[in-house]
Every structure is written in structure tokens, then in C-alpha cells.
């Protein structure tokens, strides 16, 4: 497999959101890692018949806000992904199209095309990006012990 480029700004990922409505951002170890083209629910082990991702598509009722907080808040939500999922874990964009929905409702997708790997920093933009909101965002965790 070819080595993907690399997004290094908000700006850059706008910008590519803003050409294709098809993209997803899924937190993993690459596309090479889910070549088998299926997630697994952590809850029960079951196999589902995609890849867990989220669309990066901006919904019509956003507008007219800015692109760049959307954009930002779909990374950040699932920022804690990278330190629960263990080493190597990391956000990459790809094209795909959905084939369901997973336990939590997730777009369940088939990667039609990679496209690019997230910078460090593009994350960190992202987190300030939601600092500067003026509501309550975090990224979503769920309780150990319910």
C-alpha cells in the first residue's frame, strides 16, 4: 500500500471536507491494520460488517457557522480513542461509504479509498479550536463501572 500524506492543519482538512462529502475519520492503526475491512465491538466481540467511522460531512442545519469548529469538534469527540485503543492508534481520513450503524450508532463503512493520516498538531488546533467555545465539549468517554 502507498504511503499516505499527511493533513498538518485545520485548514488543509476543511478544505478537503469541503470537496467530498464521502469523508470519514477513523481512529486506528491504518488502513494496512484494517484491511480486513471490519470492527469489533469492544462491549460484546462481535464482528461488524464495517469499519467504525465518523463522518466528517457537515449537516445542513450548521450552516451558516463556521466550518472549522465542525470540523474540529469531529476530531476532538473521539480524541480519546488515540490513548484507549493503545499504541500506534491514530486518526486518518478516508473515503467511504456506509454500511450500517454500530452498537453506539456509528456509520459502519467500507474504505473505498485512504486518503490521508492527521498531523499531531492538526489535534492540537482542533482541542483549541473547542477551548475557545463558549459551551461544555469534552471528548466522549463512557463511565468504567456502569
Known amino acids: ?17 469541503e470537496k467530498d462529502d464521502r469523508l470519514f475519520v477513523r481512529w486506528s492503526r491504518g488502513p494496512q491494520a484494517d484491511a480486513k475491512g471490519c470492527s469489533h465491538d469492544d462491549l460484546t466481540g462481535v464482528q461488524m460488517p464495517g469499519l ?3 463522518p466528517l460531512a457537515v449537516e445542513d442545519w450548521w450552516a451558516p457557522r463556521p466550518l472549522v469548529v465542525w470540523v474540529a469538534r469531529r476530531l476532538y ?3 480519546h480513542l ?12 478516508l473515503v467511504g461509504e456506509e454500511l450500517g450503524r454500530g452498537p453506539d450508532n456509528e456509520p459502519l463503512v467500507r474504505c473505498v479509498r485512504p ?4 498531523d499531531e498538531a492538526l489535534l492540537s488546533d482542533a482541542k483549541r479550536v473547542v477551548a475557545e467555545q463558549r459551551g461544555e465539549w469534552g471528548p466522549m468517554r463512557r463511565p468504567a463501572d456502569v
Open 1 to 17: 500500500m502507498e504511503e499516505m500524506p499527511t493533513v498538518s492543519t485545520l485548514d488543509d482538512l476543511v478544505k478537503l471536507v
Open 52 to 54: 467504525s467511522a465518523n
Open 77 to 79: 469527540d473521539y480524541s
Open 82 to 93: 488515540e490513548r484507549e485503543k493503545g499504541p500506534g492508534v491514530r486518526p486518518w481520513i
Open 115 to 118: 486518503v490521508a493520516w492527521i
